[in-house]
């Protein structure tokens, strides 16, 4: 059965809405493993307060508190947190432009984010404070094209840089700002394994898509699973497991057993039919449904 989370607003009604971003909307589930098998209940709907509008690209910041982006607020993006402990959302951006993937920084109570600039073409990455209380800095000052974005380690940036007809991968050293490409056609997941190495989509056709590991120390990657056809979208749990999701499906694959991903759970029944960004933390698993 869904239930719907209904929050403490520590903000203002929108004034409206985005209308070139797609309708999402995040939901919440109980994740549990016992016995290499998943348990995935209790769903939650967690943005009933803007369910027509853009809700996306959650990130946890800790146990209980999850960073994502909105259009609840006005014609822009905005970042906003929910503390699920306390049961409150709040706004942390207030800027005339569009943000959009807040990721935490290592190390420092302050998080990133790409900025859509004004000129509605500028692409920057932006670090705020984590209360959005001062002002931002910009990093990667000479790179205007950032998409998305994920810290391989305090002072080692990944960058899914905006190209035409592909998009490239780059590496880059938040210090310095130099960059490499690493190469191009990926997917815009970045996610980062415990001994900081980085996992994307790479395609290597229009029907040829491939999930991939890179380390930084050699400069090397490798291939971890094909990806599901279409999908590239998906998640690092705790046990080194991977899910993703296509439709309403949602799979698993174990890189220490499984040659291919194993189905986990259909949740349709939870009116999901379009999954796209999933995170997990501990026994927290959130969902993006995406409307077609």
Known sequence: MLT???????CLLAFGLNAQLPTTNIYQFSMVKAANKFSIT???LLTEFNSNGYNNQPSFFEDDVVYFTTDYYGQHTEIAKFDFFDKILTRITYTPESEYSPTPVPNKENFS?????????????????NDGIGYAKRYMNN????????WIDAETLALFLVEEPYHNLAIADARSERRKIILDKIGRTLKVTRDNQLLFVHKLSDVEWVIKSYDKISSQ???VVNAIPGVEDFELLSDGSLISGSGSQLYRF???K????QPLIDLKAYGIENI???VARKKRLLIVDQKA
């Open 276 to 278: 796209s960004r999933i």
């Open 254 to 256: 174990d890189p220490k």
């Open 4 to 10: 719907r989370i209904i929050l403490s607003l520590s």
């Open 113 to 129: 984010c790409v900025r859509v600039e004004s000129d509605q073409k500028t692409q920057s990455l932006s670090v705020y404070p």
């Open 258 to 261: 499984d040659k291919a991903w």
């Open 143 to 150: 790179t205007r094209n950032i998409g998305y974005h994920a």
């Open 42 to 44: 209790q769903a939650q």
């Open 221 to 223: 990657s490798k291939t």
